[in-house]
Every structure is written in structure tokens, then in C-alpha cells.
């Protein structure tokens, strides 16, 4: 799917270390398709007991419906490299993520699934939390092309995103179609190193 | 210029390079288990593609697998048809398989170094982030996510940006009572849990070099709990000695040519890293996590740090929100605390010499009988050679539960789990909230710790136990 810039809410999470277990618990890793992770992001905090919403999470309220972004606390997705994190959370319809840092293997899952994290100065993360605290509704706007996002009081800020990244974003391309490409080049280096690698076979 | 071992591996891996893109590394082997590899084998088979080098691609089962009588079909469904798709996928790819009645099944970050899988000098990924345990060998590796598997699947490489070279430096003796879990536990404590973000570890330093090649693979692997890619520690004669004589290690005149190729990896005199942090190996203490984060760990005896002790507000709440799950207050030491679990496994700490250093500790004493005691080994060759020890014997008079080989209660998919609100010291690398079960408190210590707190049934300094 192409990137295209948004216009959307937030949806505050400012608990900093959020690991990829709590984005989606190891035992949705059972599944042998992506179907399905969306309904069970943050399960263990979303449900009760008896598998009822709890009306007091986030992702519960009627403001998280629609919201493209989530405006993530410190160092989010640590923990184990399941790709299921980033799954859960596109199906849940999220496009971008905010912080001001982001686990590395989780934050190159998330690119190769379209969900663009976003690292922000510590001032703007602190002031996108307080614009949200006033205003549930309050939007960020996110220009990939530009590589800037501008918050609700009108701050343009730039952030990085790799050029390779940038374009498989935004023309929807994937890793493995770029490679295949490559072809003649891996098939070269296997040549050349035929005698020194392989004790495998 | 004078290259680290980083370097001289990933300079060697390069296949191409465009500017502004990612390196297109050469992968020379994958390992594959059944959880994050179905989706991939799946958009395989939607674009039509074969795995380019199945020979350079090895298959276990090991998360979803019962612990418990092998012979007996697996009751968990949705576990069984993980399993039986992993088998399909490997049969209708041509990937060899280590599957659940295989004699060399185990937890693949266990069978990858024991079959002699992983040398010197390889570029080594697998769908799983203890990946990093393989870097023991002065091998660059790491995990990789499910689309990455496709990817590696269908064309034996990887795109790869290039990490910052953090030097990890451990010098002078271990105390007795202390050990490489301890050293890795500690240094996660020291850099925090993003303190290696973006970065690849080269642990260097005498007490490194003491290491034997089990202990160099409990510290490689935990790594990514400080934040960083991968860990390695440059090959040695320990590595050579490890290494020689397993089933795919090279032989004969192959293995001196390959010896004398490994001798060039480890990094040049003045080799520069981005960064360097230095450990007293002397100074260590055994320790122990109290939170939920692996970064949250103390000296067995120190006391627990206070959230109205931290300066930064964010730090404070996250201190705060993880003592209130966790049960626990601060200022007061974790020794003492009562213990429900205590859990011996994980691809962290479940190779033989693990389970001979509790089963030293255990041997003519009895687990509290009000902890339940679980030794899980990590291969089928880790069991038998316990086996043959008599190991099993040992555990089992003590009171402990001995396992078939799996990840176990480390991620509790399997059905073992430690149960809300009941506290696990566990040898595994996770203590994240409900890792070990939904309101499990996981405590990380060493073998050591895990078995004197068994025996007493409280968190113990094992050195009142030596
Ligand atoms: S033992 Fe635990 S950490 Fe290791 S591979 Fe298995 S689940 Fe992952």
C-alpha cells in the first residue's frame, strides 16, 4: 500500500520501554497468518478477565476510532523481533508512530509493513502530549515527501527517514522485489567465495 | 586502516552497495522455527519463488513444543498446526528439519552451535532476536523479522544497514558464586535497555577470554536486551576447541584451512570503536532483576531503588508502574523475597554446563517444598548427555520436574506458564509483564541464583549456600 500524507488524531500512550509483548502477547504467535492481530493489539491491557473491553483504555474510546497515529512514549517496541507487533498495529489502522526513540529491530518491522516511526526532539513529543491532554481531537499533519510533520499549534518540524525506506513507502514497493533485481550480483559473490564458506551442504 | 571484527565481517558480506540504500549482505545461514517463519514461507509461495539455498537454511520446532512425554500427540490445536505447517513448509521447500522426533531437536539458538552450524566469520540470522547467541563464535548475527525471512528465503541475503561498533570491555577475575549471566545482567543494568541501540558489541577483555564457549553464549545472548543488534566475541583457540569434531564443522584438511582463515578475524590492534564501555569483572555481585524490564536488575543484596529517588519524572513512573506489578517496594534488597517458580532453561541458560552448575548445588539437597522447580534442557543432545551424567537423577530426587527439550516456561507457549501474581526466578532473558505467563513476575538471575533460591525457597545470595 502507497503512503499517503495524513491529516489524523493521536492517540496518546506515554508509557516509556512499551515492548513488543505487550503490543501483541507472545500467544497470538500461534497464528500461521496475519488475520486477525488488530482486535488483540494491547490485549492484556484491553481486555478484562472475561475478554469484555475495559472502557478505561485508550484504545477502547470512541477518540482512538480512525486515529492513524500513535503518539508512542520513549524507546517503544523493545523486546522480541516479532513482525506480528507492526501487523497488529496497521490492522488496527495505524499508518504512523510518534517518539522520540524507537527499538531498532522494531523500528525496521515497522517500515517494511508501511507504519512510518517517527522520532521527534523531546520538546515536541512533550508538546504534542500536552496538546492532546487538552484536546483529544486535536491533528497532527505527517508529509512524507517532505519528511515533516506539523503539530496541532502549527510547528513544522523535519524529521529523517532513510531515502530507500522513503521510496518503498511511498510507492509501495518491497525489499525482496528490489533485491530480486540483484541477481547477477549475488550470484557473482557466491562464485567468488565458493571455496570459503560452506561446510553446510 | 586496522579494521574491529565487525568490520572485517560485514565488509566481507557486502554483495552490493548503491548510495543511499541499504548493503545487500550475503546470509550464510539461516535458522528457522515454526512461529515467525509460516508468513513468509506463504508470500513465498503467492510470488512463486523457491528458497534460493535450502542447504544453507536449517529448521527446528522449539517454542510451540510441549515439554512433557514426546510420544503423546500435542493437545494445544492452534500449536499443532503451527508445527505440522512448519514440517510442510520445509518438505515442499527442501529445508532440512529438526522436528519434534529428531534427535537433534532443541531451541534453535542451542542445535545451531552444537551441530557446529555456527563458525567463525558467518553472517547468521534466524526469525528470533536471541539470534545474538551465535555472535559467541565471532559470527555476525542477529534476528530478523518475518518479512526479512522472506527475503533471505528467496534470495540468501539480507538489506542491511551498517551498526556503530560498541566495545564492551570486561576485565580481571569473576568472584566465585559469579557468573557470565551475572556479567551480561550487569551490563544491562549499567547502559539500560536502549544502550546499545543501533550499535553491534564486540565483548573483548581477559574475563571474556576466560569464558568458556557455553558462557561467551549467555552473554552474545542477551545483547538485545541492551538495545544492540548483535554481540559477538572474536574467535580463539577456545572457539577451535569447541568446534572441532562437531557434525558440520569442517574436517580434515578443510577444518586447518578454516581455522587459519577464522585466526584473521579478530579485530587489529587500534581498531577504533564508536564507543567503549569497560566492566570489573572483580567487582560484580551476582544479580538479579526486580522489575519488569531486563534493565531493572540490582546486586542479589542491594537494595531496590526508590521512584522517589529518581530525578527524572518519566523514569520515576516507570519505576513506580513496574514495582506496583511486580508487588515489590523499594529500598529494601530482593534476598529473602518468597519464590512459587523457579524456572531452568531458555536459550540463555539451558546447555549442559547450565544444568551441571545447578545440579552441583542441588545434588544431596531438596527443592522448598513450596516451590515448583522446572529444569528444562535445551536439546536433545544437552538431555542426553545429561543422561549419561545423571543429572536427571539429581533433579529429580530434589524435588525438580525434568523436561523434554523446548523453550518452555522462557515465553510460555506451550502450556508451561507461572500463574498471576506468583514470582519466578527464572534463567531465561525476559522478564517483560506476562512474559512467563498473564501476571507472571519473572526475577532473571544466573543458574546459580536460580537453584540456591530452589533450595531455599526464597531469593538467596548462592554464596550462603557455597
Ligand atoms: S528460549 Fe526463550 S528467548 Fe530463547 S528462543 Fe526460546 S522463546 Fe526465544
Known amino acids: 500500500m502507497k503512503f499517503q500524507n495524513l491529516s489524523s488524531r493521536m492517540v496518546p500512550f506515554p508509557q516509556r520501554n512499551i515492548d513488543t509483548d505487550q503490543i501483541i502477547p507472545a500467544r497470538f504467535l500461534k497464528t500461521i497468518s496475519k488475520e486477525g492481530l488488530g482486535d488483540n493489539l494491547f490485549c492484556d491491557w484491553r481486555y478484562d478477565a472475561q475478554g469484555k473491553p475495559r472502557p478505561d483504555f485508550i484504545l477502547n474510546q470512541p477518540r482512538s476510532q480512525g486515529a492513524q497515529v500513535l503518539l508512542a512514549g520513549d524507546n517503544f517496541g523493545c523486546g522480541s523481533s516479532r513482525e506480528h507487533a507492526p501487523w497488529a498495529l496497521t490492522q488496527f489502522g495505524f499508518r504512523a508512530l510518534i517518539s522520540t526513540s524507537f527499538a531498532d529491530i522494531f523500528r525496521a518491522n515497522s517500515l517494511k509493513n508501511g507504519l512510518l516511526p517517527i522520532i521527534v526532539p523531546p520538546d515536541i513529543h512533550a508538546e504534542l502530549f500536552e496538546a492532546v491532554a487538552k484536546d483529544p481531537n486535536v491533528e497532527v499533519q505527517i508529509d512524507l515527501p517532505n519528511q515533516t510533520l506539523t503539530t496541532p499549534s502549527g510547528r513544522k518540524v523535519e524529521f529523517a527517514v532513510d531515502s530507500f525506506s522513503k521510496h518503498c513507502l511511498l510507492e509501495g514497493v518491497d525489499e525482496v522485489g528490489y533485491t530480486l533485481q540483484r541477481e547477477p550480483e549475488i550470484t557473482a559473490f557466491e562464485a567468488r567465495r565458493a571455496g570459503s564458506v560452506n561446510t553446510l551442504a | ?466
Open chain 2, 1 to 466: 586502516m586496522p579494521r574491529t571484527i565487525i568490520e572485517k565481517l560485514w565488509d566481507s558480506h557486502v554483495v552490493y552497495e548503491q548510495p543511499g540504500a541499504p548493503a545487500l549482505l550475503y546470509i550464510d545461514l539461516h535458522l528457522v522455527h515454526e512461529v515467525t517463519s509460516p508468513q513468509a514461507f506463504q508470500a513465498l509461495r503467492e510470488r512463486r519463488l523457491k528458497v534460493r539455498r535450502p542447504e544453507l537454511t536449517v529448521a527446528t520446532i522449539d517454542h510451540s513444543i510441549p515439554t512433557t512425554d514426546r510420544s503423546l500427540p500435542i493437545v494445544d490445536e492452534i500449536a499443532a498446526r503451527q508445527i505440522a505447517q512448519l514440517e510442510a513448509n520445509c518438505k515442499e521447500f527442501g529445508i532440512p528439519l529438526h522436528g519434534v522426533h529428531s534427535d537433534r531437536q532443541g531451541i534453535v539458538h542451542v542445535i545451531g552451535p552444537e551441530l557446529g552450524l555456527t563458525q567463525p566469520g558467518m553472517t547468521v540470522v534466524c526469525g528470533d532476536s536471541h539470534t545474538a547467541t551465535h555472535g559467541a563464535f565471532g559470527a555476525l548475527a542477529f534476528g530478523i523479522g518475518t518479512s526479512e525471512i522472506e527475503h533471505v528465503l528467496a534470495t540468501q541475503c539480507l538489506l542491511q544497514r551498517r551498526s556503530k561498533t560498541f566495545q564492551v570491555r570486561v576485565d580481571g577475575a569473576l568472584k566465585n558464586g559469579v557468573s557470565a549471566k551475572d556479567i551480561i545482567l550487569a551490563l544491562i543494568a549499567k547502559i539500560g535497555i536502549g544502550g546499545g541501540t543501533g550499535c553491534i558489541i564486540e565483548y573483548t577483555g581477559s574475563a571474556i577470554r576466560a569464558l568458556s564457549m557455553e558462557e561467551r553464549m549467555t552473554v552474545c545472548n542477551m545483547t538485545i536486551e541492551g538495545g544492540a543488534r548483535a554481540g559477538m566475541v572474536a574467535p580463539d583457540e577456545t572457539t577451535f576447541a569447541y568446534l572441532q569434531g562437531r557434525p558440520y564443522a569442517p574436517k580434515g584438511a578443510d577444518w586447518d584451512a578454516a581455522v587459519a582463515r577464522w585466526k584473521q578475524l579478530p579485530s587489529d590492534e587500534g581498531a577504533a570503536y564508536d564507543r567503549t564501555v569497560t566492566i570489573d569483572a572483580e567487582a560484580l555481585e551476582p544479580m538479579i532483576t526486580f522489575g519488569t524490564n531486563p534493565g531493572m536488575g540490582v546486586a542479589i543484596n542491594a537494595p531496590l531503588p526508590q521512584p522517589g529517588q529518581m530525578a527524572d519524572p518519566g523514569e520515576r513512573e516507570a519505576l513506580e508502574q513496574a514495582l506496583t506489578y511486580m508487588g515489590l517496594e523499594g529500598g529494601k534488597p530482593l534476598v529473602g523475597h518468597p519464590v512459587n517458580v523457579v524456572f531452568i532453561g531458555s536459550c540463555t541458560n539451558s546447555r549442559i554446563s547450565d544444568l551441571r552448575t545447578a545440579a552441583s548445588l542441588l545434588k544431596g539437597r531438596k527443592v522448598n517444598p513450596k516451590v515448583r522447580v522446572l529444569v528444562v534442557p535445551g536439546s536433545q543432545e544437552v538431555k542426553r548427555q545429561a543422561v549419561a551424567e545423571g543429572l536427571p537423577e539429581i533433579f529429580r530426587a530434589a524435588g525438580a520436574e525434568w523436561r523434554e527439550p523446548g523453550c518452555s516456561m522462557c515465553i510460555a507457549m506451550n502450556g508451561d506458564f507461572v500463574s498471576p501474581g506468583e514470582y519466578s526466578v527464572s534463567t531465561s532473558n525476559r522478564n517483560f509483564e506476562g512474559r512467563q505467563g498473564k501476571g507472571a513476575r519473572t526475577l532473571l538471575a544466573s543458574p546459580l541464583t536460580a537453584a540456591a533460591s530452589a533450595i531455599t525457597g526464597v531469593v538467596t545470595d548462592v554464596r550462603t549456600l557455597l
